[in-house]
Structures are given as C-alpha cells and as structure tokens.
C-alpha cells in the first residue's frame, strides 16, 4: 500500500498537540508496515529525524502554510498536483484538514469543533475558513477518525455525518513520563517554585483554556489556605490572551503564578511530576492529553466536566464546573489538604492510563487506512 501523510506539523524542536498525534502514530506505521510506502508531505525543509524508515519518500511541497490563504493553496492546488505524481492509495491527514481535489482516498482526523463552539476565540480568516471547509473535508473523508466518543458525538450533531463513517480512535501518552523520585521533585521545585509545591498547568495560553478563572481560583485558595503554594503555567502564548494579562495584574498573588512558556521537553517530565497536581479545566477540549499525561507522572488531576475531559480522566481526577472559580478553587484545597485523596487518584490514575495506547491508535489507525483503500 501506498500511503501519503501530511506532515505539516513536523516540526523540529515545535512538536506540539496535533503534530505530536502525528508524530506517534506515523512513526509506528512505518516501523510496523515496511511492507509499504509512506510518502510524508512537508510544507518546508523538514528535519532527517522525522524521516522514520527506508519506506519513506519525503516531498517538500510549497508554499508554507498557517494561513488560511496558504491553507487553500496547499491542499487544493500544491498537494494535489504533487501526489498525482505518486499515484497514492489513500491520503492520511491528522490534522483536521483534506484536500477536496485529491483523486484518491481520503482519511482525516478530527479532533474537536472548536470553531463552532467558541468562535469568537478564534482570528476572523481562519474561524471563516473552518466554516467553510470543515464540512466539505467530512464530507469529502472516506472514513474520519474522532480522537473521542465526545468529539464523534459533536460531529454527528452539527454536521450530521453518518455514524458508521466516523471512528474513535483514542490519543496515547507520549514516552518520557515517569514517577520521579524525591530528590528530584525538591530539585525541580528549588529551580521553578522557589523550594515550594506547585499547581501545574500545561498547554497554549489563550481563553478557551479558561486561565483567567485558574488564577482568580489560586487567589481564592491562597486566601482560604495561607500557603505558599505557587501557580505555574508551562505553554506559548497564543491569541486573544488580553484577558489572562488582565486577571494576572488584578491577581492578589500574582508573585507567586509564574508562566514559564515553552517547556523544553527535557524539562517537562520534571516539572510535570514534581507538582502537587495538574490542573487542566479547559472550557473544551477534544481529548486533552496532559490529563493522560499527569496520569503517566503519577500526579493527581483537577480538570472539567465537558466535553472528552471526562472521558479521558474516568474516575481518577476530581472533576469540576469551568465556570465555576469556587468549585475549581474548593477542587485545589482538598487536593492540597487530603494526602489519602491525593494517593487515590495517583492510584485510580494507574488503572485508568491504561486504556490509552499509542501503538493500539497506530493498529487501529492502519487498519482504517486499509479498508478506505481497498474501497477504491
């Protein structure tokens, strides 16, 4: 079989979210079929490291894109006519997008509908773009893959889009989390938390991860406790984040929040298991991988009760309102107070953890991609 990948969002030393679902789920493929041919399709000069096996044939195909002009050039115009070269028996794309103008089959992840649910927190051309295009990609897919039962349930409500056409194919957790030992927990907290414990949030920083209830929440649990329990927040700084500086400089404790942008990922297994709980209360996510994360850190979770968070977190997190700064900032103090709640869920973590696999998404994934080409 020949498979064509978008690999867009192999990015060097940039490896997040979607491009990390790329990354996991290629590499296997190509490890366990060297039976075929992966053509990948970068948008730029790509890093050797990503080229996984002999059965790869790299094409970088112009222009780059993370624009919705770019957007349109890219998979309806460069890529197609690149492809029509190799002849592919399915096209692959884990990241939202397809090509309408590809003559092969074509398999597309989604991983939320974000544009739908919160529009406004997405920049005019892009939230227009979606609109558009979103429909015509499911559309268009032969099979799409949902990251979750949640987001699957979304698509067939807003677009109607037959059931037997969409399959759940759940996220892994990456390699490189770990319990880690007391030494370098002290360790990791004298270098970010000035010696004391720590919430821990991960992700992009802009409104739908709800950061500016977060830190109205750590004032309230600051002032219920009287500890020093500090606030750190690891991820970029999207759009939109007006709001979050705002509720930073009203904040009381606003000394003791740091927000320390990109991890580098020799850092994060560190700062992620050194901390007194991960706290992750999107308003929406489509899966929500730092939960599974946390889980594999051996750190108990605080996260939301919508959309897919609680169908990753299972019964191994304490699950709140979003909306609500008090539930969220009663959520920090009993996980600060009750060590035994603490155990539990570090417990209940390691059960649940389980059910997410990067090589069964890889099979199951593989699979899929078959049976959408034999169709042809």
Request: glycine share 6%; charged share 25%.
């Amino acid at each position: 079989m020949k498979i064509a990948v978008n690999t867009r969002l192999l990015l060097k030393d940039r490896l997040e979210g979607i491009g990390r679902v790329t990354y996991e789920i290629v590499r296997r493929m190509v490890a366990q079929h060297p039976e075929d041919e992966f053509i990948f399709c970068f948008d730029r000069p790509y890093d050797q490291a990503f080229i996984f096996g002999k059965n790869v044939t790299p094409l970088i195909i112009g222009p780059p894109s993370r624009h919705p002009f770019l957007w349109y050039l890219w998979f309806e115009q460069s890529l197609p006519r690149a492809l029509k070269k190799h002849q592919p028996d399915i096209f692959y794309s884990a990241d939202g997008y397809n090509s309408l103008k590809l003559n092969c089959p074509t398999v597309m992840v989604t991983h939320d509908l974000a544009h739908i649910h919160y529009p406004n927190e997405i920049p005019f051309w892009v939230r227009k773009y979606y609109h558009h295009y979103v429909p015509k990609y499911l559309e268009k897919s032969d099979q799409v893959i949902s990251v979750s039962h949640a987001t699957k349930e979304d698509i067939i409500k807003q677009y109607l889009t037959p059931s037997q056409k969409i399959s759940v194919v759940h996220n892994g957790n990456r390699d490189g989390f770990f319990k880690i030992e007391k030494a370098q927990k002290k360790a990791t907290q004298e270098k970010y938390s000035q010696g004391c414990k720590y919430f821990f949030y991960l992700g992009a920083v802009h409104p739908r991860k709800n950061l500016d209830r977060l830190i109205m929440a750590f004032d309230q649990f600051k002032k219920t406790s009287g500890s020093d329990v500090k606030l750190l927040i690891g991820g970029r700084l999207a759009w939109q984040t007006d709001t979050v500086k705002k509720i930073f400089d009203q904040s009381v404790h606003k000394s003791d929040i740091t927000f320390l942008g990109f991890i580098p990922e020799e850092d994060l297994p560190f700062l992620l298991g050194a901390a007194l709980a991960m706290v992750y209360v999107s308003l929406f996510e489509g899966f929500g991988l730092p939960i599974l994360e946390a889980m594999y850190a051996e750190v108990p979770v605080i996260t939301a009760q919508v959309s897919a968070m609680p169908e990753v977190a299972g019964d191994a997190a304490l699950l709140v309102d979003p909306l609500s700064v008090d539930d969220l900032a009663f959520a920090m103090q009993k996980i600060y107070k009750d060590k035994s709640l603490r155990i539990e869920l570090v417990g209940k973590g390691k059960i649940q953890r389980e059910k997410f696999n990067w090589d069964r998404a890889a099979a199951e994934t593989y699979n899929i991609l078959k049976k959408s080409a034999n169709k042809k």
